[in-house]
């Protein structure tokens, strides 16, 4: 008995030399029809309802040569320190003369100089001769420079900003700077949050390990760098338990001010400290021993520790009712802040200009720099404050703060509370720098415009370089 076999269903049967079907010519002429008609269909809704002229127009710019050129080169150069726009073009080929020439014409529409990191784009014809060049200086504007046969013509635009809004969170494991830097914070926002919660918060003294902050603000970048920060929204520290808020709010000038969340005001009549130190050497006491006289007597202010010639700063608004050289404490600054409160500034190596007996100051304004002058063994601040006749601790007073948000503010100032704090605690809730949105549209100024003569002696070499 003969054993049957299943049919192999994919066996294909073998085609005849030179034979193609009928099919295959039938399927080719429809894939044919179907192209015809697609196209047909496709040009009769792109020239439906447009004018005759408006087409001919379009078939005429056609023909046009594109406004770069292809065989046009381009090349880019980063300047390096120590170059000069000179230099750099006489490597392109460009004798001293032009580029003398060129450099002026581009100094009239603003360029202060070349720094190094900026960015020289030459363009260069088919027959290797530049035409014109483009300079991005210090990421805020571009220069372009472009060669006609007699003329030269500069403009300079800026670079347009964008704004992005942006949260950062984390906890100090060294130190706020160094940890907020960690996480994607630059030096700029690090030292606004520190200028906000200066009247709280003495961040060279009171940090500790596990502190935790959140940060609502603006990033500015221009050509994707990032080139500083804008206003903080709002802002949140926690120091050894105890949080300490900022919120944004601005006033009808348009200045910014912040409060907590209370709405009362986080700028106070005197800043925690008047300089920024690494640590104080002598704390106020009625009964010191002094490192130099070896006699006990009162220490009535605190002495801040810091390298010399660190800044010191006014506490708060008053006028100078001394600065001079004054005995033991060297030279020294008085200032008389209101109608009750004093404060001392001694041991200054020198005292800041036009610092002198009745100038105004504001808070935070320069009064002169750390020394060692007058009975001191080493650098250091001596700060100390009076309230009427008598001498106060300043670290231990609670100075009064400035007004809080306003009656008429107070719905405002609610609504961006919700808002900002909403967004900033519970956007993210891991630690690290999040991007909430982009905020804004670029900022473009309009382009500033100069036009030259080219030279046309023959160049000789002999013209300064710029």
């Given at each position: 008995?003969?054993?049957?076999?299943?049919?192999?269903?994919?066996?294909?049967?073998?085609?005849?030399?030179?034979?193609?079907?009928?099919?295959?010519?039938?399927?080719?002429?429809?894939?044919?029809?179907?192209?015809?008609?697609?196209?047909?269909?496709?040009?009769?809704?792109?020239?439906?309802?447009?004018?005759?002229?408006?087409?001919?127009?379009?078939?005429?710019?056609?023909?046009?040569?594109?406004?770069?050129?292809?065989?046009?080169?381009?090349?880019?150069?980063?300047?390096?320190?120590?170059?000069?726009?000179?230099?750099?073009?006489?490597?392109?080929?460009?004798?001293?003369?032009?580029?003398?020439?060129?450099?002026?014409?581009?100094?009239?529409?603003?360029?202060?100089?070349?720094?190094?990191?900026?960015?020289?784009?030459?363009?260069?014809?088919?027959?290797?001769?530049?035409?014109?060049?483009?300079?991005?200086?210090?990421?805020?504007?571009?220069?372009?420079?472009?060669?006609?046969?007699?003329?030269?013509?500069?403009?300079?635009?800026?670079?347009?900003?964008t704004k992005h809004l942006c949260v950062l969170k984390g906890h100090i494991e060294r130190s706020l700077y160094e940890d907020m830097r960690r996480l994607g914070g630059g030096d700029g926002l690090v030292f606004k949050l520190m200028d906000i919660f200066a009247w709280d918060i003495n961040f060279f003294m009171d940090p500790r390990k596990g502190d935790q902050f959140e940060v609502l603000f603006e990033k500015k970048y221009r050509e994707g760098t990032v080139v500083g920060y804008g206003q903080i929204f709002a802002a949140k520290y926690?120091?050894?338990?105890?949080?300490?808020?900022?919120?944004?709010?601005?006033?009808?000038?348009?200045?910014?001010?912040?409060?907590?969340?209370?709405?009362?005001?986080?700028?106070?009549?005197?800043?925690?400290?008047?300089?920024?130190?690494?640590?104080?050497?002598?704390?106020?006491?009625?009964?010191?021993?002094?490192?130099?006289?070896?006699?006990?007597?009162?220490?009535?202010?605190?002495?801040?520790?810091?390298?010399?010639?660190?800044?010191?700063?006014?506490?708060?608004?008053?006028?100078?009712?001394?600065?001079?050289?004054?005995?033991?404490?060297?030279?020294?600054?008085?200032?008389?802040?209101?109608?009750?409160?004093?404060?001392?500034?001694?041991?200054?190596?020198?005292?800041?200009?036009?610092?002198?007996?009745?100038?105004?100051?504001?808070?935070?304004?320069?009064?002169?720099?750390?020394?060692?002058?007058?009975?001191?063994?080493?650098?250091?601040?001596?700060?100390?404050?009076?309230?009427?006749?008598?001498?106060?601790?300043?670290?231990?007073?609670?100075?009064?703060?400035?007004?809080?948000?306003?009656?008429?503010?107070?719905?405002?100032?609610?609504?961006?509370?919700?808002?900002?704090?909403?967004?900033?605690?519970?956007?993210?809730?891991?630690?690290?720098?999040?991007?909430?949105?982009?905020?804004?549209?670029?900022?473009?100024?309009?382009?500033?415009?100069?036009?030259?003569?080219?030279?046309?002696?023959?160049?000789?070499?002999?013209?300064?370089?710029?």
């Open positions: 008995m003969q054993k049957k076999t299943a049919p192999n269903l994919f066996k294909i049967k073998k085609r005849q030399e030179g034979f193609f079907p009928a099919p295959f010519f039938i399927s080719l002429f429809g894939i044919l029809s179907l192209c015809l008609i697609f196209l047909y269909c496709k040009n009769s809704r792109l020239t439906s309802g447009v004018p005759a002229q408006a087409i001919s127009t379009v078939e005429a710019l056609s023909t046009l040569e594109p406004i770069v050129p292809s065989y046009k080169k381009l090349f880019t150069h980063i300047v390096k320190p120590g170059e000069t726009f000179a230099g750099i073009l006489g490597r392109f080929g460009v004798s001293q003369k032009h580029s003398f020439d060129y450099y002026q014409t581009l100094k009239s529409v603003g360029l202060p100089a070349l720094f190094p990191g900026d960015s020289l784009v030459l363009i260069k014809d088919e027959c290797d001769k530049v035409q014109g060049c483009s300079l991005l200086s210090k990421l805020q504007h571009w220069y372009h420079l472009q060669l006609c046969d007699t003329t030269v013509k500069a403009h300079k635009t800026s670079v347009p900003i926690m120091n050894a338990g105890r949080e300490y808020y900022a919120i944004a709010l601005q006033d009808s000038l348009g200045h910014t001010h912040y409060y907590n969340k209370e709405g009362k005001s986080l700028q106070k009549e005197f800043l925690k400290a008047p300089l920024k130190f690494r640590r104080i050497s002598s704390k106020f006491s009625y009964r010191r021993k002094h490192p130099i006289l070896g006699i006990y007597r009162p220490h009535l202010g605190i002495d801040y520790a810091a390298p010399r010639g660190t800044p010191v700063y006014s506490a708060a608004d008053g006028y100078v009712t001394f600065a001079g050289y004054k005995s033991g404490y060297g030279y020294q600054v008085r200032v008389k802040h209101g109608a009750s409160y004093q404060t001392w500034y001694g041991h200054l190596a020198k005292i800041g200009k036009g610092i002198k007996k009745g100038t105004a100051l504001s808070q935070g304004q320069y009064l002169g720099t750390v020394g060692a002058t007058g009975l001191a063994t080493g650098p250091h601040l001596d700060y100390r404050m009076k309230i009427g006749s008598r001498f106060v601790n300043p670290l231990t007073i609670s100075p009064p703060a400035k007004k809080g948000v306003s009656d008429k503010d107070l719905e405002r100032f609610a609504i961006q509370k919700s808002i900002v704090l909403a967004t900033m605690e519970n956007r993210f809730t891991k630690e690290g720098c999040f991007l909430v949105e982009v905020i804004g549209s670029p900022l473009k100024e309009e382009a500033v415009v100069a036009t030259g003569a080219l030279p046309q002696e023959k160049d000789h070499g002999d013209t300064p370089s710029s």
